[in-house]
């Protein structure tokens, strides 16, 4: 009996010795494929745009081709003559036998177009924030609460503008920004250059 004992401890021990050699193997097996699996993970080639591309009717729209034509921005992986005639050739058979003046003129009107954008964008927020600072002023020289522009003023402009106007200069009246807090920092703003 007691040799039977000393045999079942002795395997006992051998397969907890086994069970720890098999979780260190693991773990090393474990740590090796982590380092082979991230070093045999290649990265993506990031291609640059080439002013030949141009003939293509793309331009380059931060690091990505935009097509001039239809104004579709195409992921950098197709940056590549083929690709770009491809989709000249497929979705503007048209313009495939244009020459590189035409897509200059063209790059040109698109330059042209997003100045004008941006200064109608620019004018717009300008004016947003100008009656955002007139809303604020009013508000403090009357003392009321900052949140009467939020839920007074503001929907009765916006009620006005539907009746006496149409709902796009609604929807142009309702980006501005006359919540609490911007009320609150529009004064605090005043006071400040008022001192």
């Known amino acids: 009996m007691e040799r039977w004992l000393k045999g079942v401890k002795r395997v006992a021990t051998t397969q907890q010795c086994s069970k720890a050699v098999r979780a260190e193997y693991t773990a090393i097996i474990d740590d090796n494929d982590a380092t082979t699996s991230s070093s045999t993970v290649s990265k993506a080639k990031k291609r640059k745009y080439d ?5 293509f009717g793309f331009v380059d729209s931060n690091g990505s081709p935009l097509c001039m034509l239809c104004s579709k921005l195409l992921p950098n992986s197709s940056m590549a003559p083929a690709k770009l ?6 979705v503007h058979p048209e313009s495939k036998d244009k020459n590189r003046e035409f897509f200059v003129r063209k790059k040109e009107q698109l330059l042209e177009s ?3 954008m941006m200064q109608v964008t620019q ?3 300008e004016k947003v924030t100008k009656a ?3 809303v604020s002023y009013r508000i403090a020289q009357e003392g009321e609460a900052h949140t009467i ?3 007074l003023i503001k929907p009765c402009v916006l009620d006005i503008t539907k009746c006496m106007l ?3 200069s609604a929807k142009h009246l309702s980006t501005v920004p006359l919540s609490n807090d911007t009320v609150s920092s529009r004064i605090h703003d005043l006071a400040s250059y008022v001192k």
């Not at 002013?51 to 003939?55: A, C, L, N």
């Not at 005639?85 to 497929?90: I, K, N, Q």
């Open 149 to 151: 522009a939020e839920i």
């Open 51 to 55: 002013e030949s591309y141009i003939s």
């Open 114 to 116: 997003q100045k004008t």
């Open 85 to 90: 005639r491809r989709h000249l050739e497929t």
């Open 123 to 125: 004018t717009i927020n």
């Open 166 to 168: 149409d709902e796009k």
């Open 132 to 134: 955002s600072y007139l």
